[in-house]
């Protein structure tokens, strides 16, 4: 049977309801027709006449259709608008039950999952260039499950800025949502960088400081696996890719760096105020030399 792109959408939207291939095409000629027998139905949809009665039987459990018992039997479809909610509830349980039958799921897949990791090996995914690295590596902060250790220098935060809208709002939903502790130090003196990062983070589960200690960027997520990157040996500003690495020796090694540079890392909000006092005294300094010399 050729049916237009119309009824194709509809037959693609039934089946998401719960319907066969089989089963759409015999429901839509069943609504063309009204009222037709299994013979008709066959010829018009094109479903094998072996898989007729069987369908036309679901139909009846579905309370989609009604019979006439004659021979031969005809079938009448009900008023759509009802069929399909009939259709929609009874997805509606299915998904009910798959939520109350998840969680025992989860356990049983879970305690797999732990058995395989007490043996875990080492495992790496590369990506190039600094968009991959932000919307398929940073984007990870997304999936964490009880912390985020990160250095960022002013590429990546600048890279964050054109690459990584929808990534950051996911990353920070992520984190107050679920109380992740999220601990982020900035590589940079730039204060509408800070800033920039400052309103994106507001929560208080996410601390921020900041270091005039430069390194490449890095990230520790739930002290199992890191993020590193390769930067260009031949440029002052750019990388080459980035690495996301399962490996306990270098988490361990990453994560104690990540310690050292945070005890001896500033507050940003503290940063921000001290370089806001700064420039308060220089410009009353500068005024003052002003009038001093004009008085003279």
Same mark, same amino acid.
Not at 95 to 115: A, Q, R, T
Not at 182 to 206: A, P, Q
Not at 227 to 242: F, M, R
């Given at each position: 049977?050729?049916?237009?792109?119309?009824?194709?959408?509809?037959?693609?939207?039934?089946?998401?309801?719960?319907?066969?291939?089989?089963?759409?095409?015999?429901?839509?000629?069943?609504?063309?027709?009204?009222?037709?027998?299994?013979?008709?139905?066959?010829?018009?949809?094109?479903?094998?006449?072996?898989?007729?009665?069987?369908?036309?039987?679901?139909?009846?459990?579905?309370?989609?259709?009604?019979?006439?018992?004659?021979?031969?039997?005809?079938?009448?479809? =009900?008023?759509?608008?009802?069929?399909?909610?009939?259709? /929609?509830?009874?997805?509606? $349980?299915?998904?009910? %039950?798959?939520?109350? *039958?998840?969680?025992?799921?989860?356990?049983?897949?879970?305690?797999?999952?732990?058995?395989?990791?007490?043996?875990?090996?080492?495992?790496?995914?590369?990506?190039?260039?600094?968009?991959?690295?932000?919307?398929?590596?940073?984007?990870?902060?997304?999936?964490?499950?009880?912390?985020?250790?990160?250095?960022?220098?002013?590429?990546?935060?600048?890279?964050?800025?054109?690459?990584?809208?929808?990534?950051?709002?996911?990353?920070?939903?992520?984190? =107050?949502?679920?109380?992740?502790?999220?601990?982020?130090? /900035?590589?940079?003196?730039? $204060?509408?960088?800070? %800033?920039?990062?400052? *309103?994106?983070?507001?929560?208080?589960?996410?601390?921020?400081?900041?270091?005039?200690?430069?390194?490449?960027?890095?990230?520790?997520?739930?002290?199992?696996?890191?993020?590193?990157?390769?930067?260009?040996?031949?440029?002052?500003?750019?990388?080459?890719?980035?690495?996301?690495?399962?490996?306990?020796?270098?988490?361990?090694?990453?994560?104690?760096?990540?310690?050292?540079?945070?005890?001896?890392?500033?507050?940003?909000?503290?940063?921000?105020?001290?370089?806001?006092?700064?420039?308060?005294?220089?410009?009353?300094?500068?005024?003052?030399?002003?009038?001093?010399?004009?008085?003279?």
């Amino acid at each position: 049977m050729q049916i237009s792109q119309e009824l194709q959408d509809d037959a693609n939207m039934l089946e998401t309801l719960g319907l066969t291939k089989n089963e759409s095409k015999a429901y839509l000629s069943l609504i063309s027709s009204g009222v037709a027998d299994a013979r008709t139905i066959c010829q018009e949809s094109g479903v094998p006449s072996s898989k007729i009665y069987g369908i036309l039987e679901k139909f009846k459990l579905l309370g989609l259709i009604e019979s006439q018992n004659t021979k031969p039997a005809k079938f009448r479809v =009900i008023e759509p608008s009802q069929g399909l909610q009939k259709l /929609l509830r009874n997805k509606e $349980k299915e998904v009910m %039950k798959i939520k109350e *039958d998840l969680p025992f799921m989860e356990n049983h897949l879970n305690s797999i999952y732990s058995e395989y990791k007490k043996d875990e090996k080492a495992f790496f995914n590369m990506e190039f260039g600094m968009k991959k690295f932000i919307q398929n590596h940073v984007s990870k902060l997304s999936e964490t499950k009880t912390e985020n250790c990160s250095y960022l220098e002013t590429n990546c935060i600048k890279g964050l800025k054109v690459y990584g809208s929808e990534v950051k709002n996911k990353i920070a939903h992520h984190i =107050i949502k679920n109380d992740i502790k999220s601990r982020f130090i /900035l590589g940079t003196t730039n $204060k509408n960088l800070i %800033k920039y990062f400052l *309103d994106i983070v507001e929560s208080t589960e996410i601390q921020i400081r900041i270091t005039k200690q430069l390194h490449s960027p890095f990230h520790v997520l739930d002290n199992e696996s890191t993020i590193t990157v390769v930067d260009n040996p031949l440029a002052d500003k750019g990388q080459i890719a980035s690495i996301y690495t399962i490996n306990n020796e270098l988490t361990k090694t990453l994560k104690e760096g990540f310690e050292d540079l945070w005890k001896s890392a500033i507050d940003a909000k503290q940063y921000i105020n001290k370089n806001k006092k700064q420039t308060k005294r220089i410009i009353q300094r500068y005024s003052y030399e002003r009038k001093s010399h004009h008085s003279g």
